[in-house]
């Protein structure tokens, strides 16, 4: 059930400590090929500029660092795969595990652990309320709301989980930002 880390902690805070390396691999993780070297860079620029196209300069500076320092060292760990003859890059299945290091944040700017934070609060809030007879709350049973903010912490969490199992294929990565 719990698997060995493949890096150790200090070389995990290593990779993450650079943004870059970070955007790259979550990148990589929402395809289920391999990418050009040319498209992850315009891809990174992009979300470092917030502009589609980047700027030139800041696509090609990009480019340069990945191709020098961040993918050699990533494919160095294990990380990913790169060829720098062909300039294509692919996430290693072993990589996933940095994910947990990695509270992503959404386009719409929640993270899961604020997200199941708010849903704790807002359910403990409705059943301490139902059972201290709060106005509004007094009619409801309090095992109503404590059983639905069960069910909905269940079904989020199964969605979590096959979310990073699908997004690791690119499929449900792909209508998830089509959707946010």
Same mark, same amino acid.
């Given at each position: 059930?719990?698997?060995?880390?493949?890096?150790?902690?200090?070389?995990?805070?290593?990779?993450?400590?650079?943004?870059?390396? #970070?955007? @790259?691999? /979550? =990148?990589?993780w929402t395809q289920s090929e391999a990418?050009? !070297? *040319? +498209?992850?860079?315009? #891809?990174? @620029?992009? /979300? =470092?500029?917030?502009?589609?196209?980047?700027?030139?300069? !800041? *696509? +090609?500076?990009?480019?340069?660092?990945?191709?020098?320092?961040?993918?050699?060292?990533?494919?160095?760990?294990? !990380?990913?795969?790169?060829?720098?003859?062909?300039?294509?890059?692919?996430?290693?299945?072993?990589?996933?595990?940095?994910?947990?290091?990695?509270?992503?944040?959404?386009?719409v700017g929640v993270t899961w652990g604020?997200?199941?934070?708010?849903?704790?609060?807002?359910?403990?809030f409705a059943t301490v309320a139902s059972?201290?007879?709060?106005?509004?709350?007094?009619?409801?049973?309090?095992?109503?709301?404590?059983?639905?903010?069960?069910?909905?912490?269940?079904?989020?969490?199964?969605?979590?989980?096959?979310?990073?199992?699908?997004?690791?294929?690119?499929?449900?990565?792909?209508?998830?930002?089509?959707?946010?």
């Amino acid at each position: 059930m719990f698997q060995r880390a493949v890096l150790s902690e200090v070389e995990v805070y290593h990779v993450l400590s650079n943004a870059r390396r #970070r955007e @790259a691999l /979550a =990148e990589l993780w929402t395809q289920s090929e391999a990418l050009s !070297l *040319r +498209e992850l860079s315009e #891809r990174i @620029a992009a /979300a =470092e500029s917030g502009q589609r196209p980047a700027p030139r300069a !800041l *696509r +090609e500076s990009v480019y340069n660092a990945l191709h020098q320092t961040h993918l050699p060292k990533m494919d160095g760990l294990g !990380l990913v795969v790169y060829d720098p003859d062909r300039k294509v890059v692919s996430a290693r299945p072993e990589a996933r595990h940095l994910g947990r290091y990695m509270d992503v944040t959404t386009r719409v700017g929640v993270t899961w652990g604020e997200y199941y934070r708010v849903l704790g609060v807002v359910g403990l809030f409705a059943t301490v309320a139902s059972l201290a007879s709060v106005p509004g709350f007094a009619a409801v049973d309090p095992l109503v709301p404590a059983t639905w903010f069960l069910v909905c912490f269940a079904v989020s969490t199964a969605y979590q989980l096959m979310a990073s199992r699908i997004g690791a294929r690119g499929r449900l990565a792909r209508l998830r930002a089509k959707l946010f």
